[in-house]
C-alpha cells in the first residue's frame, strides 16, 4: 500500500515511521527540507530505539527507513496513495485547505484521513468535492508506542471508508475503535474532562501538582498524571481543545483561569522548559511557581510505558 503523509511533527513522523515497518511504501510532506530532516532523524533515532529494546532488527529498520521517502511538493506526496494522512497543526482551515489541495492531486479512490484528536471531521471533509471519501484516523503519541487508533466516521463518510480505515489501522498492529463525529471524540473528550477537573483542584488547593498526578499514576495505575500531561501536550493546545469543546458542549469545559494565566505568560510546558512544572532536560524537576510549595513539591518523573515512552493523547496536533 502506499501511504502519503502531510506533516512531519510528532504525530505526522510517528505515524509515517508505524506505516513504514508495518511494510507500507509511505511519501512524508512537509513545507521545509530542513523540517523533513529533523523529522527523519527523529524517526531513525526512534528505530534505534526499537532496535535497542528487540522490537525489530537492523534488517528491518534499514528496510523501514528505505520505505520512507520525503518531499516538499504536496502533489508528489499523494500522487499514488491509497490513503492520505493528515497530520498539520489542530487550525479548521489549514486542514480543510489541505484536503482540498489533496483531492486536486490524489487518485480518485484514494482515501483521505485527518488526524484530528478534536475538530469536527465532518467539517475538514466538507472541503472535498466527495466527502464519502473522508474520514478521522486519530493515533495517540507516541504512534509507536500506542496501540490505540480512534477512527472518526464524520456526517458524509461511507461505509467503505469506514472498512478501509480499520483495515489500515489493524495493518499496522493498532486497535480500532470507531466512534461518531462529536466534539472530542470518546479520548480527547474524557482525557481532557480529567484534566480541566486536576486544575480546578490544584485552584481549589486540594493538593499540589505531585500529589495529584500520583494519585492517578498509583491510584489508577495511569502511566502519567493528567497535569503533567497537560505540561506535556502543551498549555495552549489544552486551552484551545477547551474553548472548543466549550463552546460545543457547554460550560462542564470552561478553562480554568490557572490555565489561561499560564498560556498568557508564555508558560506553556513542557515545550517552553515551565507550566505547571519546571522542566529541565525533557524531566519535569520541581512544580512551578506558586505550586514549589504545596504538599508534595518535590517533583518525580511519571512512571515509563513498557516501551520507555510516556503516553500522550496529542494525537492531532503537530505544534
Known amino acids: 500500500m502506499n501511504v502519503g ?50 522490537k525489530l532488527n537492523e534488517s528491518e529498520k534499514a528496510a523501514a527507513l528505505d520505505r520512507l521517502s520525503t518531499t516538499t511538493d504536496l502533489a508528489e506526496a499523494v500522487a499514488d496513495a491509497d490513503i492520505v494522512v493528515e497530520a498539520v497543526p489542530e487550525e479548521m482551515d489549514l486542514k480543510r485547505e489541505t484536503f482540498a489541495r489533496t483531492e486536486d492531486h490524489a487518485p480518485a479512490d484514494a482515501v483521505i484521513a485527518t488526524n484530528t484528536s478534536s475538530l469536527s471531521v465532518t467539517a475538514v471533509a466538507s472541503a472535498l468535492e466527495d466527502p464519502s471519501r473522508a474520514v478521522g484516523t486519530h493515533f495517540f503519541n507516541p504512534p509507536y508506542v500506542m496501540d490505540l487508533v480512534e477512527v472518526v466516521v464524520a456526517e458524509t463518510t461511507g461505509e467503505t471508508t469506514v472498512e478501509f480505515a480499520e483495515g489500515f489501522a489493524e495493518g499496522l498492529g493498532k486497535e480500532p475503535i470507531v466512534v461518531r463525529d462529536s466534539a472530542g471524540f470518546a479520548t480527547s473528550r474524557l482525557g481532557i474532562a480529567l484534566g480541566v477537573e486536576a486544575l480546578r483542584m490544584l485552584e481549589e488547593g486540594v493538593a499540589g501538582p505531585r500529589e495529584i498526578d500520583r494519585s492517578m499514576e498509583l491510584g489508577y495505575n495511569h502511566p502519567m498524571g493528567p497535569i503533567e500531561l497537560t505540561d506535556v501536550v502543551g498549555l495552549d493546545v489544552r486551552l484551545d481543545v477547551l474553548e472548543y469543546l466549550r463552546e460545543e458542549l457547554g460550560e462542564r469545559f470552561r478553562p480554568p483561569q490557572t490555565l489561561r494565566r499560564k498560556v498568557r505568560a508564555g508558560k506553556l510546558g513542557k515545550k517552553t522548559g515551565e507550566g505547571f512544572y519546571v522542566w529541565e532536560d525533557g524531566e519535569p524537576v520541581a512544580p512551578a511557581g506558586e505550586y514549589a510549595t504545596t504538599p508534595g513539591g518535590a517533583a518525580g518523573g511519571s512512571e515509563a510505558t513498557a516501551d520507555g515512552a510516556t503516553a500522550a493523547e496529542n494525537g492531532g496536533d503537530d505544534r
Open 5 to 54: 503523509v502531510l506533516g512531519s511533527g510528532t504525530m505526522g513522523h510517528g505515524i509515517a515511521q508505524v506505516a513504514a515497518v508495518a511494510g507500507h511504501e509511505v511519501s512524508m510532506r512537509d513545507i521545509e527540507g530542513s523540517i523533513l530532516s529533523d523529522a527523519m532523524a527523529n524517526v531513525e533515532s526512534a528505530l534505534d530505539g526499537g532496535v535497542e529494546r528487540g
